[in-house]
């Protein structure tokens, strides 16, 4: 293949095809999942304000069945993240004699399971709910699962922070190694 009357590698433009696809879909998921966090955020906030028991404990059975819904989703992104994403940057960046990634993915990984610790006491305290349950516990219950979203929210945006400008690095290298 010729690009700008030079011969061009077929392994450079499967290598560039190849981020720019997982760099597209990281933005996509990550929009996608922004989006729910976001509506699940203000929610659980509506039902941690309500006065009226019965439907603010009505809003969180309805949030536990989206949050159940979004932990899934969340789980097939982490998996083709640790599966494709991050094996290809950690690759990338060792040929290349640059420090490792992998502490830095390391604290991704904390903030993630933090978040999903908030979450699972969103669950718990969700389950041990009762119509006669005081007001605290509803709220506590809300609360736990704002703080997951908010915790969740920006470790996305650490993760993007993260991750785009070593795709950018790793496309501008490798378009000046073929250019």
Same mark, same amino acid.
């Given at each position: 293949?010729?690009?700008?009357?030079?011969?061009?590698?077929?392994?450079?433009?499967?290598?560039?095809?190849?981020?720019?696809?997982?760099?597209?879909?990281?933005?996509?998921?990550?929009?996608?999942?922004?989006?729910?966090?976001?509506?699940?955020?203000?929610?659980?906030?509506?039902?941690?304000?309500?006065?009226?028991?019965?439907?603010?404990?009505?809003?969180?059975?309805?949030?536990?069945?989206?949050?159940?819904?979004?932990?899934?989703?969340?789980?097939?992104?982490?998996?083709?993240?640790?599966?494709?994403?991050?094996?290809? *940057?950690?690759?990338?960046?060792?040929?290349?004699?640059?420090? &490792?990634?992998?502490?830095?993915?390391?604290? +991704? $990984? =904390? /903030?993630?399971?933090?978040?999903?610790?908030?979450?699972?006491?969103?669950?718990?305290?969700?389950?041990?709910?009762?119509?006669?349950?005081?007001?605290? *516990?509803?709220?506590?219950?809300?609360?736990?699962?704002?703080? &997951?979203?908010?915790?969740?929210?920006?470790? +996305? $945006? =650490? /993760?993007?922070?993260?991750?785009?400008?070593?795709?950018?690095?790793?496309?501008?290298?490798?378009?000046?190694?073929?250019?």
């Amino acid at each position: 293949m010729m690009v700008h009357g030079k011969p061009q590698m077929k392994s450079e433009s499967a290598h560039v095809t190849e981020l720019s696809a997982l760099v597209d879909r990281l933005k996509e998921e990550h929009a996608e999942l922004m989006q729910v966090l976001d509506e699940m955020e203000q929610q659980s906030v509506q039902a941690e304000q309500e006065t009226d028991k019965s439907r603010a404990i009505g809003s969180l059975l309805h949030l536990r069945l989206w949050a159940t819904a979004f932990q899934e989703e969340l789980q097939k992104h982490s998996d083709w993240e640790e599966r494709e994403l991050y094996p290809f *940057l950690n690759v990338y960046f060792h040929k290349h004699n640059k420090p &490792s990634i992998v502490p830095s993915l390391w604290m +991704l $990984e =904390k /903030e993630h399971e933090l978040a999903m610790d908030n979450m699972n006491s969103f669950f718990r305290a969700v389950h041990a709910l009762r119509p006669d349950s005081d007001a605290m *516990l509803i709220k506590r219950a809300a609360a736990y699962l704002t703080h &997951s979203c908010r915790i969740m929210k920006e470790h +996305l $945006e =650490k /993760e993007q922070q993260f991750i785009f400008p070593l795709t950018d690095r790793a496309l501008t290298d490798i378009d000046f190694l073929f250019s």
